[in-house]
């Protein structure tokens, strides 16, 4: 086990010894080019019991939302025994400081926990890469959480995620995480093992839905069995579940043991599939068309098919929580958070597989003319999905279900936007149908923003297309021949279906005004410095303080 170079968890964990905060600073939603280290400090440590419910905070808001990094009992023993090595508690701390409610962070949660992702980054580079020591599980923890902190950060540090991600792959790799470990560590910990790697698989798959986006984990490397039930997991009793070869060749055997996160990771495993195929120009199996039954097309939505049957992906939110609290009396939400998510991940497979511009570029690189009534059937399905989808976000919060994920942001503008190609239908009920599921993806969008920087800027882009969609609505048309969008509108359309772009987002204008002369890209520095050595101080035995 890694050493933490900290003595006992009781320690007082310091932000930074210097003075109190600066008054630009007391707003959690500030301006993301000005959150540096150097604008956050504090002359206070972290007292232990503010510690101990930032822990408590990332275990209801961050555990199973979607990523299952950690064994909760297991981690707070760690932590307890001060096991937990700094870069580790850093990221969880920078993870989850953005839920707390504690009074030591208030006014100041965007700072503090920028300021303990950069500190996280800082001491895992000193003390794995700096001395070259060996890396273990608890590395591929920290850059995966601090990958996901970057990629959600906003335009200044969305550059370093993408590098963050493929240094994780790597390290998991050269662990042998995609492959069941051997019995020499307890249940948990293999489940553990498991999970980190199913997290990360997770992780590149999201964030590889946008062009030029190849996920890192080729599905034939993963030889690992699928995670098991949480009961199981916190039990620490062993339960023999399926393998990705198995759904892949839709040969599931025990789909009672496929608990929630399981279902999260098929989910993701058809997502990509979706993704690569109506996003990006390789790694298509066949040139058919999509009404041929022998395309990615027709494979990807029969894939679909096979998981709604198996799993009954469309009962309403209402029968999941009922499902989740027999027997027990109460509602896991970390678990119910599960649920909810790989349904919102098929809904968003519908909406990439039927969306009316991502369809009609797809069938523009096939060179064939579809048959009317496959557009007709498609486009209709595609905003029912998309209807669906924006109900199902509403009525899950509405049931008690916080959505804590950022990438929730990207399910609503792709629904949202969708729907707002219908704003100036004919048909007036689809048309007052499209204005209310406008209308509730922005209430989303707003409520998820309050937490992640990307989210935030989502918003305002689903906005300003919902103002002005007339001349994009030729899209939703069932002629198979439509004039083709200029090249501005396209890139806005590109920019409401592709995740990458959405989060590395500065200012919408951007993207609308594309003739304004190029600018440096910020975010080039967040990764060329990524590895610099400058203000990294190499602790020798210290404590937490020392190293921050």
């Known amino acids: 086990m890694e050493s933490s170079n900290r003595g006992s968890w009781d320690e007082p964990l310091y932000l930074d010894e210097h003075s109190q905060a600066t008054p630009e600073g007391r707003n959690s939603r500030v301006n993301e080019d000005r959150v540096t280290a150097e604008t956050v400090s504090y002359d206070r440590p972290v007292p232990p019991p503010v510690l101990l419910s930032t822990i408590d905070t990332y275990f209801k808001y961050c555990h199973n ?12 023993r760690r932590l307890s025994e001060g096991s937990i090595p700094d870069h580790l508690l850093l990221a969880v701390l920078a993870t989850a400081v953005r839920f707390s409610e504690d009074p030591f962070f208030k006014g100041n949660t965007w700072e503090a926990s920028t300021f303990y992702a950069n500190k996280s980054w800082k001491s895992i580079v000193a003390s794995c890469f700096a001395r070259n020591e060996t890396s273990n599980v608890m590395t591929v923890q920290t850059i995966t959480l601090l990958a996901i902190f970057d990629f959600t950060a906003g335009h200044s540090r969305h550059g370093s995620a993408w590098v963050k991600v493929g240094l994780s792959v790597r390290i998991a790799q050269d662990l042998r995480l995609m492959m ?29 839905c946008g062009r030029a986006r190849p996920p890192a984990i080729l599905e034939a490397s993963c030889q690992l069995q699928l995670p098991c039930d949480e009961d199981a997991w916190k039990a620490g009793v062993w339960q023999q579940t399926d ?14 043991n496929i608990g929630p996160f399981a279902l999260v990771v098929i989910m993701a495993y058809i997502l990509s599939r979706a993704a690569q195929y109506m996003l990006q120009e390789y790694n298509i199996r066949s040139r058919d068309p999509p009404w041929d039954p022998n395309s990615d097309f027709a494979s990807i ?28 009396g109460t509602v ?55 209807k669906r989808l924006t109900r199902h976000l509403r009525d899950a919060q509405a049931a008690g279900c916080r959505l804590n994920a950022s990438f929730y942001g990207y399910c609503a503008v792709v629904a949202g936007a969708i729907q707002a190609l219908y704003l100036h239908s004919t048909d007036k009920d689809i048309q007052r149908e499209s204005i209310e599921c406008v209308q509730l993806n922005l209430q989303t969008l707003e409520e998820v923003g309050e937490y992640w920087m990307n989210v935030s800027t989502m ?72 590895f610099s050595s400058e203000g990294i101080v190499l602790a020798e035995g210290g404590n937490f303080e020392n190293q921050v």
Not at 301 to 328: A, C, R, W
Not at 333 to 349: I, K
């Open 180 to 208: 069941d470990a051997n019995t020499n560590i307890s249940l948990a910990d293999q489940e553990e093992r498991r999970r980190v790697f199913w997290s990360l698989y997770l992780l590149d798959r999201i964030v590889s």
């Open 243 to 256: 393998t990705l070869d198995q759904l892949s060749n839709k040969a599931l055997l025990n789909r009672d």
């Open 332 to 386: 896991d939400l970390t678990t119910y958070g599960l649920a909810v998510f790989s349904r919102a991940l098929f809904y968003l497979c519908h909406c990439l597989l039927n969306h009316p511009f991502l369809l009609r570029h797809r069938l523009d690189i096939s060179g064939t003319r579809p048959p009317e009534t496959f557009l007709s059937r498609s486009f209709d399905f595609g905003r029912l999905c998309a």
């Open 459 to 530: 918003s305002d882009a689903l906005t300003q297309f919902s103002l002005d969609t007339s001349r994009f609505s030729i899209l939703t048309s069932t002629e198979p021949e439509i004039p083709r969008l200029d090249q501005v509108d396209q890139e806005i359309m590109w920019s409401l279906v592709d995740y990458s772009t959405m989060s590395n987002a500065v200012k919408l204008t951007e993207v609308y005004h594309s003739d304004l002369p190029p600018t440096m890209d910020t975010s080039l520095y967040s990764w060329l410095d990524l």
């Open 65 to 76: 939302q979607p990523y299952s990094f950690f064994h909760e009992e297991n981690f707070r």
């Open 301 to 328: 939505s029969s894939d679909l098919l096979y998981i709604e049957s198996q799993f009954e992906l469309q009962n309403p939110v209402k029968e999941l929580m009922t499902d989740n609290s027999k027997g027990k």
